[in-house]
C-alpha cells in the first residue's frame, strides 16, 4: 500500500486535527502546540474513511469509523477532521498512545499513513505492510482554524 507521489502530496497538503485547531505538517520551521498537544503529550490522528486512498460509499465510511470510535474508547478521542473537500473525512485525535498503537490502528483501518506526534513534532507514519516509514515534520497551526 506504498501511496503514489500524488497521494503523498495530498498527505503533505492536508490539515489534521479538531475543528478551530487544525495543523498542518511543516517540514521547514519549529511548529506551535495546538491545546491538545501540550509538551511532552504523544498523539495520532487516525481515520477509517477510504482505506488505501481509494473512495468508499459515505455508508461503507461511516460503518468503518463507527467500529475504529468504539475500538479507541480508552484514549478519549477527539472528534477530528483530514484533508478538504471531496477528500474532506472524519478522524479522532487520541492522546497517550504509542506509535505503535497508532501504527496499529491504521492498519487494522487499512490507511497508508497515520499522523503521530510528540508536542510539537509530527511524523507521518506511512504503513507499508509490516513495516512503516516516518517522515518527520513540525506542527503548524492552520491560520483559519477551520
Do not use: C, H, K
Not at 485547531?21 to 481515520?47: C, F, H, K, N
Not at 474513511?49 to 460509499?57: F, I, K, L, T, V
Not at 478519549?76 to 487520541?94: I, K, M, Q
Request: charged content about 20%.
Amino acid at each position: 500500500m506504498r501511496p503514489d507521489a500524488q497521494q503523498r502530496r495530498a498527505f503533505l497538503a492536508a490539515a489534521y486535527g479538531p475543528l478551530g485547531q487544525r495543523v498542518s505538517l511543516d517540514g521547514e520551521s519549529a511548529g506551535v502546540w495546538p491545546t491538545w498537544a501540550t509538551p511532552g503529550t504523544r498523539w495520532a490522528i487516525v481515520t477509517a474513511w477510504n482505506p488505501a486512498g481509494r473512495r468508499q460509499s459515505n455508508r461503507a465510511n461511516e460503518t468503518a469509523q463507527a467500529a475504529l470510535r468504539r475500538q479507541v474508547a480508552r484514549w478519549a478521542p477527539l472528534p477530528g477532521v483530514n484533508g478538504e473537500g471531496p477528500w474532506r473525512e472524519p478522524s479522532v485525535v487520541l492522546r497517550g498512545l504509542s506509535v505503535r498503537e497508532a501504527a496499529a490502528l491504521g492498519r487494522a483501518a487499512r490507511q497508508l499513513a497515520v499522523v503521530y506526534g510528540v508536542g510539537r513534532r509530527a511524523a507521518l507514519v506511512w504503513l507499508d505492510g509490516d513495516q512503516v516509514r516516518v517522515e518527520r515534520a513540525w506542527t503548524q497551526l492552520e491560520a483559519t482554524g477551520a
